[in-house]
């Protein structure tokens, strides 16, 4: 299984503020994903990454923006959280050809106030 | 876009039963995936499987990609199996899309 960090797992934070949710691999995988789940429901795709300065949105509109300066490293920005973002969010990566296998992190739960 | 069904929603079972969940998808696909995610979110890799079958352990899954759907199959099933499982695919554009899951239960 490929290695592949998130930080936060768990963040309550008050409507308004900026928050960035971190999201690491250590596989050298090109490809990076972030998804948003509600409890119990399927995972939507929000951002997607081919590399280094690549981004795509996702299948499901995101007022979250996305950053790849890094191969390793995909952080997710909301500028001003709301209720509606509490959420999962939950990272993958993989690699970028005939075998996209998709490893996921462990999420981060997030609760807007 | 493409549409993704699983099937059954919902499943019990007894422990030690067997099972076949299944996952159907509306257009040609360039990989397929099947996941596990057990109760504390954690999704985990079960099968990379875009076309025929593999086993490990206790489970298999078979994908016929002409006739586009994918089926994950659990014998003797733990209590440990619970949780939800999800197939997911990536199309010709880069995307992945998942289905609705299947939220298996297995009872001691």
């Known amino acids: 299984e490929a290695d592949i960090y998130q930080t936060p797992r768990y963040l309550v934070i008050g409507t308004g503020k900026k928050i960035t949710l971190e999201c690491s691999q250590t596989?050298?995988?090109?490809?990076m994903y972030w998804y948003q789940q509600d409890p119990g429901m399927e995972l939507h795709l929000i951002h997607y990454?081919?590399?280094?300065?690549?981004?795509e949105k996702g299948d499901l509109s995101s007022e979250s923006t996305v950053s790849r300066i890094r191969t390793e490293h995909f952080p997710l920005t909301l500028e001003s959280a709301r209720p509606s973002h509490t959420s999962q969010y939950l990272c993958?990566?993989?690699?970028?050809?005939?075998?996209?296998?998709?490893?996921f992190g462990p999420g981060t739960r997030l609760l807007v106030l | 876009g493409i549409q993704v069904e699983q099937s059954p929603p919902d499943l019990i079972l007894q422990e030690g039963a067997n099972s076949t969940l299944r996952c159907n998808f509306s257009?040609?696909?360039?990989?397929l995936q099947w996941f596990h995610q057990n109760p504390w979110g954690q999704l985990i890799n079960l099968f990379y499987?875009?076309?025929g079958t593999k086993q490990n352990g206790r489970l298999s899954a078979t994908t016929v990609a002409t006739e586009r759907y994918s089926l994950l199959y659990i014998s003797s099933s733990q209590t440990t199996d619970s949780g939800v499982y999800f197939c997911?695919?990536?199309?010709?554009?880069?995307?992945?899309?998942f289905g609705d899951g299947t939220t298996l239960t297995v009872k001691p």
């Open positions: 997911a695919v990536l199309t010709n554009a880069g995307k992945s899309t």
């Open positions: 596989m050298g995988h090109d490809k």
């Open positions: 499987i875009p076309s």
């Open positions: 993958a990566s993989s690699e970028w050809g005939l075998k996209e296998t998709q490893y």
């Open positions: 990454s081919y590399g280094v300065n690549s981004t």
């Open positions: 257009d040609s696909v360039n990989n």
